[in-house]
């Protein structure tokens, strides 16, 4: 059995699975190499020889458990009707909400826009038959945020555009929560045995406002990914104390947590969900000594405990690959 399910499934704590979320990126220079030469990056994500070039490049390179597939949660938006571009040294930009294209759209015309995403998730999992394929996509509620306000919540974002008119925000809430389902079975469909989901705005929700668009709509995918057998791991970014009730309510088969928060307070609070993640980053950029300690801190909490190391969220791109393989191998000593 590959060790992510090993780890899931078994909840065998003698397991330390290990991969990173933006595994494949920017620190590495072989991903930056073949970036440079595609500035289009949604075509990229549709290039099924380049996804699996780049999805293998830290595969090649380190002792990791999984491949993540190389693709990106607005692949969604795009494939909604949503215009999607990636500015340099801005980040995403998207198009204006056209509500009645989205909302028309059909599932067969979604999907044969996405189709070579798919025709990536074989083509990798050819390659990879001992190790875990993850897929993922984005929570309903992070696409909505990106779809409603056009970029990154980070500089600006006004949570009440989602209640200025909520008929058009329950419809789109609707359609994507659908559309995400027939994402995640056609990549399963493809190749992939573990699904991931991306709650990365979560925390921008105050807590009278979680159960409706954080915990119910992430439910409904839960649900309906188990109906596959396949494990789903949630990561509900930024949500602090609430990952205690976002568990009991959303029982993902793992739990993935950010670095605000406290893996002992998680250990006791999962109630034996498996853990993934929570070192910071920002401990990548820092010498060996200091890497080890976090590591090795992780390590020895959930030695008791179904754990798969990762951080509390992605690879920044100055991290050294060295750093990577470093924590890797600390992982593995233990
Ligand atoms: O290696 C992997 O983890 C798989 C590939 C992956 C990408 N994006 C590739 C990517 C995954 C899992 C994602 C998820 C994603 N995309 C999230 C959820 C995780 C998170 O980071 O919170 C979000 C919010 C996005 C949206 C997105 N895509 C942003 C905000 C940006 C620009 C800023 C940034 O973080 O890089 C992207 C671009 C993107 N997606 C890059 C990569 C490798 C960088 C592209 C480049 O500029 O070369």
Redesign the pocket.
Known sequence: MNKITECIVNKNPSVTPVWF??????YLPEFREI?KKNQN?IKLCLNPDLVTEITLQPLNRFDLDAA???????MIPYGLGQKVE?KKNF??KLGKLDVDTIVNIKPEEFLNKLLPVYEGIKKVKNKIENKNLIG?V?APW?LLVYMFNGE?PKKNFDINIINKDKSITTKILDKIEKIICLHVDKQIESGANIIQI?D?WAGLLPKEELEKYCYKPTLRIVDHIKKSKVPVICFP?GIKKNYENFCSIVKPDCISIDYDTDPNWMKSKANGIPIQGGMDPKILLTEQENIKKNVKKFTKIFSDYPYIFNLG??VMPKTKPEAIEYVIKTVKEI
């Open positions: 979320m933006r595994q494949a990126g920017r970036r990056f993540i597939i190389f693709s990106d949660i607005l990636f980040g995403p993922f984005g992070t990154s991306f990365s970014k969220h992605g």
